[in-house]
């Protein structure tokens, strides 16, 4: 079969659904030795340069124009239909909700989570409007439908009661990188890189309102007056509605207590993670939550919410708390520092379980939904 994946959606610094994206690719480069693909990506992201696999055809976009959301839909309903005309095309992927209504070949489209319909107030009003209309059209015109977890899958039918069998839940994976047996040295450099200097308590992930970041400043403000020396390392890049997490940290007086780091390599962020002493996620809502994932497989103790995904990922590997309960929220921080047999418990199983994801079993979970449209 010849299959379409469109990429364009990823941006160049990867995070979510762009990680799975560029490891998904990666895997079938490897794995597929039967389907020919056609990569669509834009011309300002290089993350697929390592493609030499001769049935792997890479087709590079303008991105001065189609990194705009108002030339999204030329890109999508008339340039990607040609091409699936031009080269044959079987299978369109599309990997992140928009997708091409009317076009030669079937139509896979992956829904990661409704939060668009479920936290509207989170999101820049025109994503709203743009991805609520394709949510609904791939009810109608999408031959698969892939989540990224039950919780996404039954968010997905609760709101659009189609055929049960129509929708397919692929778990994401992390990378062997991430692990229990990090690099003493390379932790000791990344730290000093980000500027960290002790003991510290870690979040990884877009600085945004649905991530809930301001409950876990104010958790960590409580905190930081029983433990005078730990620190609160945000990472991850500004995404929106961001101002009133910096004005809290301020406002808290948390400015020489806090680090902000920014975007963080993928090459920096296992051992960003393995210096950690313990991890907190502490989101309103995921479809997946590929940082508490990564945090497990490096075996650091995590805090994360009781809701959404969140506890198919972590099972009984970390400590779920209620998110909107601040107080809830630092006394497992607090559990966390003072409880050395609980510590250890969560270390032990936190590795057990990130075991069982892996990116190859996304890739062939992933081949067998093409092979199925066959």
């Known amino acids: 079969m010849n299959i379409l994946i469109d990429f364009t959606q990823i941006p160049v610094q990867k995070c979510g659904i762009g990680v799975y994206a560029l490891n998904?690719?990666?895997?079938?480069?490897?794995?597929?030795?039967?389907?020919?693909?056609?990569?669509?990506?834009?011309?300002?992201?290089?993350?697929?340069?390592?493609?030499?696999?001769?049935?792997?055809?890479?087709?590079?976009?303008?991105?001065?124009?189609?990194?705009?959301?108002?030339?999204?839909?030329?890109?999508?309903?008339?340039?990607i239909p040609y091409l699936a005309l031009k080269h044959k095309i079987d299978v369109i992927h599309s990997l992140h909700y928009s997708f091409p209504l009317l076009s030669v070949g079937r139509k896979v489209v992956l829904i990661p989570d409704m939060t668009f319909f479920?936290?509207?107030?989170?999101?820049?009003?025109?994503?709203?409007?743009?991805?609520?209309?394709?949510?609904?059209?791939?009810?109608?015109?999408?031959?698969?439908?892939?989540?990224?977890?039950?919780?996404?899958?039954?968010?997905?039918?609760?709101?659009?009661?189609?055929?049960?069998?129509?929708?397919?839940?692929?778990?994401?994976?992390?990378?062997?990188?991430?692990?229990?047996?990090?690099?003493?040295?390379?932790?000791?450099?990344?730290?000093?890189?980000?500027?960290?200097?002790n003991e510290y308590v870690l979040y990884i992930g877009t600085i945004e309102p649905r991530k809930n970041i301001t409950s876990l400043i104010r958790a960590f403000s409580s905190f930081a007056n029983v433990n005078k020396n730990c620190q609160l390392v945000i990472a991850g890049k500004k995404g929106w509605h961001y101002n009133s997490i910096f004005s809290l940290v301020n406002k808290l007086s948390l400015s020489e207590r806090i680090i902000f780091t920014g975007f963080v390599l993928e090459e920096d962020k296992p051992f960003l993670i393995g210096g950690a002493k313990i991890f907190v996620y502490p989101s309103f809502y995921e479809g997946f939550g590929i940082p508490v994932l990564e945090s497990?497989?490096?075996?650091?103790?995590?805090?994360?919410?009781?809701?959404?995904?969140?506890?198919?990922?972590?099972?009984?590997?970390?400590?779920?708390?209620?998110?909107?309960?601040?107080?809830?929220?630092?006394?497992?921080?607090?559990?966390?520092?003072?409880?050395?047999?609980?510590?250890?418990?969560?270390?032990?199983?936190?590795?057990?379980?990130?075991?069982?994801?892996?990116?190859?079993?996304?890739?062939?979970?992933?081949?067998?939904?093409?092979?199925?449209?066959?």
Not at 174 to 180: I, L, P, V
Not at 300 to 314: D, F, H
Request: proline content about 3%; glycine content about 2%; overall charge neutral.
């Open 24 to 79: 998904l690719i990666s895997c079938l480069c490897k794995q597929d030795t039967k389907n020919t693909y056609y990569i669509l990506v834009q011309d300002d992201d290089n993350s697929l340069d390592f493609i030499s696999n001769p049935r792997f055809h890479k087709i590079k976009v303008n991105s001065k124009l189609f990194r705009k959301i108002i030339f999204m839909p030329l890109l999508e309903q008339f340039i």
């Open 118 to 197: 479920k936290f509207p107030q989170y999101h820049l009003f025109l994503k709203v409007l743009y991805f609520r209309f394709f949510t609904f059209m791939a009810s109608f015109f999408a031959d698969k439908i892939v989540t990224i977890s039950e919780s996404s899958k039954r968010d997905f039918l609760e709101k659009f009661p189609v055929d049960k069998d129509m929708v397919k839940v692929v778990y994401l994976g992390k990378d062997s990188s991430f692990n229990g047996n990090l690099d003493k040295n390379r932790i000791e450099e990344v730290k000093t890189k980000y500027g960290i200097e």
């Open 296 to 374: 497990l497989a490096c075996g650091i103790p995590t805090i994360t919410s009781n809701i959404s995904s969140l506890p198919e990922v972590t099972a009984d590997a970390a400590l779920l708390i209620d998110p909107v309960d601040v107080d809830g929220l630092y006394k497992g921080i607090k559990r966390l520092f003072d409880d050395d047999i609980l510590y250890a418990h969560l270390k032990e199983k936190s590795l057990k379980q990130a075991e069982k994801f892996n990116w190859d079993k996304t890739a062939q979970e992933t081949v067998n939904i093409y092979n199925s449209l066959a």
